[in-house]
T-cell receptor, first 116, second 114 residues
């Protein structure tokens, strides 16, 4: 069964703090893709990153970084020096490699509130 | 400019009515989707079409009927609306099944059934 767990329902930080959002996934596939999406208060879903299961290199994009560890089935997301504009719900998602009936399975999301 | 656009943004209607949500993408993608986000923000796939052909149909009541007149459009028609249908519905598109490109989402349609 495919499953994504985001155990942190809500996180509140003060601006300029670093924050890590956890994501743990379950899959029996050896090939799969992991994603992070951001949903700001305005409601749209914004794609942040896609990572395939063969690429365990960590990635950094500005203040955002992602740590993919297959050994612990985790794909954690860190925001450095958080800003108020980072306040949003963040979703981790898993896509298996199976074929035409691939489904993107989302975690339940983590609400990040960055206080000024 | 908008890549995936859906209309309307808000839809308020009474139980028992029939309503439609339209979705169009100008990204040249061949696969389109409908996702439902419930009041707890949980996102779940409803349907997926590839080149106008239905390829994923989750356990969705048959009051929900998607229609894809061409690969740039995927509309969602809902018959006999119920209170539990209140949610935000997102349209999305991708190349292939999402392996080759991430899903790009529309801005959502907030449906409220009273």
């Amino acid at each position: 069964a495919q499953k994504v767990t985001q155990a942190q329902t809500e996180i509140s930080v003060v601006e300029k703090e670093d924050v890590t959002l956890d994501c743990v996934y379950e899959t029996r596939d050896t090939t799969y893709y992991l994603f992070w999406y951001k949903q700001p208060p305005s409601g749209e879903l914004v794609f942040l990153i896609r990572r395939n299961s063969f690429d365990e290199q960590n990635e950094i994009s500005g203040r955002y970084s992602w740590n993919f560890q297959k050994s612990t089935s985790s794909f954690n997301f860190t925001i450095t020096a958080s800003q108020v504009v980072d306040s949003a719900v963040y979703f981790c998602a898993l896509l298996n490699y199976g074929g035409a009936t691939n489904k993107l399975i989302f975690g339940t999301g983590t609400l990040l509130a960055v206080q000024p | 400019d908008t890549a995936v656009s859906q209309t309307p943004k808000y839809l308020v209607t009474q139980m028992g009515n029939d309503k439609s949500i339209k979705c169009e993408q100008n990204l040249g993608h061949d696969t389109m989707y409908w996702y439902k986000q419930d009041s707890k923000k949980f996102l779940k796939i409803m349907f997926s079409y590839n080149n106008k052909e239905l390829i994923i149909n989750e356990t969705v009541p048959n009051r929900f009927s998607p229609k894809s007149p061409d690969k740039a459009h995927l509309n969602l028609h809902i018959n006999s609306l119920e209170l539990g249908d209140s949610a935000v519905y997102f349209c999305a598109s991708s190349h292939g099944t999402g392996r080759d490109s991430p899903l790009h989402f529309g801005n959502g349609t907030r449906l409220t059934v009273t």
